[in-house]
């Protein structure tokens, strides 16, 4: 329990020293912002701080926290420590950072921000890779719902159409299309603090539910070693596994979201830094959840691997568990919303990307639908094909927990470029951008869906390659910074 608690504290204190340093860092002023500048109606409008902060949240806030937590926990109480300080030394620098450039840069999307910073090969790969990326995270918030549903049907005595999965995926892409085709203040900025009321109702309800029922959450300093049933390596496995609970690329793919929405650039430090603790504290309370509900045998998380550890049926257990009766509809109602509503911003930010990638502007709303179709369309294509047994679930979510890592890598690499450009203290990015570089590479070597498909290669090898990789990357970085006191193309820069 102390554990935990002490985690907790380390969370919130960070926001308030470390979150306050990185605000330092950036340097927030009161210039005109992207959503008073542009104002366009559609993606360009001012929002309340309380808005930004819960729609921030809830984008961010998708199944990640706690189906990656709850896989994570499978480690044992070793993932508590990754998910605190990975969250104030990463995570929200990281998403910090990437609202905050594309606010400076006129709410450009992530792909955009990397050109301006990284060059113009870097943009067309990000390009790429984020439209990718966002169609796999829109795909996995929409099946991944639409189960949930089933179950909680299911569970409750209920069969026919009720009990039908692509029934419900039918309804969440549908919601999803209007998401992504209205103003972002039609239904997203109306809807979402109903869903936030969700969403903390079951953080709060599983936390004290944990301690109410007796349930035992193991300590760090009896626990510190690898409790994979399995044996699945801490590196770099656990490191890709909680990634929206510690840092996640795809936040990046959110946060221009808010930028254009914000009134003054100093709601960052609460909006963007502050809404990534909080999805560090919800990632937590169900990581001690998975630790604290199942079995331990031998040492190791044999109970919780076995009733499928970040799955549907796990998240349904604790929520009986720890709440029972009316207090499990509500819990599971806030695990349906997270992912539902990072779905949606997740095809709204594969919109924008194309739209900054073509110069389409999206005020007509005919060029709305021409990138809200195929977007969309791609989207169900993968949903429907896992509800038939054609796509394995599990192997859309491995693949986005890889990319969605190398993704935050790329854009801290890219903060690092710009607080270079801004004479300003860029390892504060620097140092996690190397660690997320190891990651990413060490992951790539040993998973079985990436190097693992063609040979299987050994720990003694992969991680000294590893740590190559990263220290590559840091040195180009630093060759770059100490030959560049002025870079040629700075002038060039949107600053």
Same mark, same amino acid.
């Given at each position: 329990?102390?554990?935990?608690?002490?985690?907790?504290?380390?969370?919130?204190?960070?926001?308030? &020293?470390? =979150?306050?340093?990185?605000?330092?860092?950036?340097?927030?002023?009161?210039?005109?912002?992207?959503?008073?500048?542009?104002?366009?109606?559609?993606?360009?409008? /001012?929002?309340?701080?309380?808005?930004?902060?819960?729609?921030?949240?809830?984008? !961010?806030?998708?199944?990640?926290?706690?189906?990656?937590? +709850?896989?994570?926990?499978?480690?044992?109480?070793?993932?508590?420590?990754?998910?605190?300080?990975?969250?104030?030394?990463?995570?929200?620098?990281?998403?910090?950072? %990437?609202?905050?450039?594309?606010?400076?840069?006129?709410?450009?999307?992530?792909?955009?921000?990397?050109?301006?910073?990284?060059? %113009?090969?870097?943009?067309?790969?990000?390009?790429?890779?984020?439209?990718?990326?966002? !169609?796999?995270?829109?795909?996995?918030?929409?099946?991944?719902? *639409?189960?949930?549903?089933?179950?909680?049907?299911?569970?409750? =005595?209920?069969?026919?159409?009720? *009990?039908?999965?692509?029934?419900?995926?039918?309804?969440?892409?549908?919601?999803?299309?209007?998401?992504?085709?209205?103003?972002?203040?039609?239904?997203?900025?109306?809807?979402?603090?109903?869903?936030?009321? #969700?969403?903390?109702?079951?953080?709060?309800?599983?936390?004290?539910?944990?301690?109410?029922?007796?349930?035992?959450?193991?300590?760090?300093?009896?626990?510190?070693?690898?409790?994979?049933?399995?044996?699945?390596?801490?590196?770099?496995?656990?490191?890709?596994?909680? *990634?929206?609970?510690?840092?996640? =690329?795809?936040?990046? &793919?959110?946060?221009?979201?808010?930028?254009? #929405?914000?009134? %003054?650039?100093?709601?960052?430090?609460?909006?963007?830094?502050? *809404?990534?603790?909080?999805?560090?504290?919800?990632?937590?309370?169900?990581?001690?959840?998975?630790?604290?509900?199942?079995?331990?045998?031998?040492?190791?998380?044999?109970?919780?691997?076995?009733?499928?550890?970040?799955?549907?049926?796990?998240?349904?257990?604790? #929520?009986?568990?720890?709440?029972?009766?009316?207090?499990?509809?509500?819990?599971?109602?806030?695990?349906?919303?997270?992912?539902?509503?990072?779905?949606?911003?997740?095809?709204?930010?594969?919109?924008?990307?194309?739209?900054?990638?073509?110069?389409?502007?999206?005020? %007509?709303?005919?060029?709305?639908?021409?990138?809200?179709?195929?977007?969309?369309?791609?989207?169900?294509?993968?949903?429907?094909?896992?509800?038939?047994?054609?796509?394995?679930?599990?192997?859309?979510?491995?693949?986005?927990?890889?990319?969605?890592?190398?993704?935050?890598?790329?854009?801290?690499?890219?903060?690092?470029?710009?607080?270079?450009?801004?004479?300003?203290?860029?390892?504060?990015?620097?140092?996690?951008?190397?660690?997320?570089?190891?990651?990413?590479?060490?992951?790539?070597?040993?998973?079985?869906? #990436?190097?693992?498909?063609?040979?299987?290669?050994? &720990?003694?090898?992969?991680?000294?390659?590893?740590?190559?990789?990263?220290?590559?990357? +840091?040195?180009?970085?630093?060759?770059? /910074?100490?030959?560049?006191?002025?870079?040629?193309?700075?002038? &060039?820069?949107?600053?």
């Amino acid at each position: 329990m102390i554990s935990f608690f002490l985690c907790l504290a380390i969370l919130i204190g960070g926001y308030f &020293t470390y =979150g306050k340093l990185v605000e330092k860092t950036f340097g927030p002023d009161d210039r005109e912002t992207p959503a008073v500048k542009i104002n366009d109606g559609v993606d360009y409008v /001012v929002l309340p701080q309380w808005k930004l902060f819960l729609i921030q949240l809830l984008n !961010i806030a998708g199944l990640g926290p706690i189906f990656g937590a +709850l896989t994570g926990a499978e480690w044992g109480p070793v993932v508590f420590l990754w998910i605190t300080f990975g969250t104030i030394f990463a995570g929200a620098v990281h998403d910090y950072f %990437s609202g905050m450039m594309s606010e400076r840069n006129n709410g450009d999307s992530v792909s955009e921000i990397a050109g301006i910073y990284l060059g %113009s090969v870097m943009k067309n790969v990000m390009r790429v890779f984020s439209v990718i990326l966002l !169609i796999m995270v829109g795909t996995v918030f929409a099946v991944g719902p *639409a189960g949930l549903i089933v179950l909680l049907f299911t569970n409750g =005595g209920f069969t026919g159409i009720l *009990a039908n999965k692509l029934f419900w995926l039918v309804l969440v892409l549908a919601y999803y299309f209007l998401a992504t085709f209205l103003s972002i203040d039609k239904i997203i900025g109306k809807i979402y603090p109903v869903f936030g009321v #969700c969403l903390i109702v079951m953080a709060i309800g599983v936390a004290v539910g944990i301690f109410t029922h007796g349930y035992q959450i193991p300590e760090l300093w009896t626990h510190f070693y690898n409790m994979h049933p399995s044996a699945t390596p801490i590196w770099s496995f656990m490191f890709i596994t909680v *990634a929206c609970g510690a840092i996640s =690329g795809f936040h990046a &793919t959110q946060s221009p979201l808010m930028a254009r #929405c914000m009134k %003054s650039e100093k709601q960052g430090h609460f909006v963007f830094y502050g *809404a990534m603790v909080s999805e560090g504290i919800i990632a937590l309370i169900w990581a001690a959840a998975g630790c604290a509900i199942y079995e331990v045998t031998g040492g190791l998380s044999t109970g919780l691997v076995e009733i499928g550890g970040g799955c549907p049926a796990s998240v349904y257990d604790i #929520c009986s568990k720890t709440m029972g009766g009316v207090g499990i509809v509500l819990a599971m109602l806030g695990v349906i919303a997270c992912p539902i509503t990072s779905g949606d911003t997740a095809f709204r930010s594969a919109r924008l990307v194309l739209a900054d990638w073509f110069h389409i502007d999206q005020k %007509s709303w005919k060029s709305r639908l021409v990138l809200c179709l195929p977007v969309l369309g791609v989207g169900a294509l993968l949903g429907i094909g896992n509800c038939l047994g054609f796509i394995d679930y599990t192997v859309i979510w491995r693949y986005f927990s890889w990319t969605n890592q190398t993704l935050a890598m790329i854009v801290l690499w890219a903060a690092s470029m710009y607080l270079f450009y801004e004479k300003k203290n860029y390892w504060i990015t620097a140092v996690p951008a190397t660690f997320m570089s190891a990651v990413s590479a060490t992951y790539f070597l040993m998973a079985p869906e #990436c190097m693992g498909l063609l040979v299987k290669i050994p &720990t003694v090898v992969a991680y000294p390659i590893g740590i190559i990789v990263a220290a590559l990357f +840091l040195g180009i970085f630093v060759y770059t /910074v100490k030959k560049r006191d002025v870079h040629p193309d700075y002038e &060039t820069l949107k600053k």
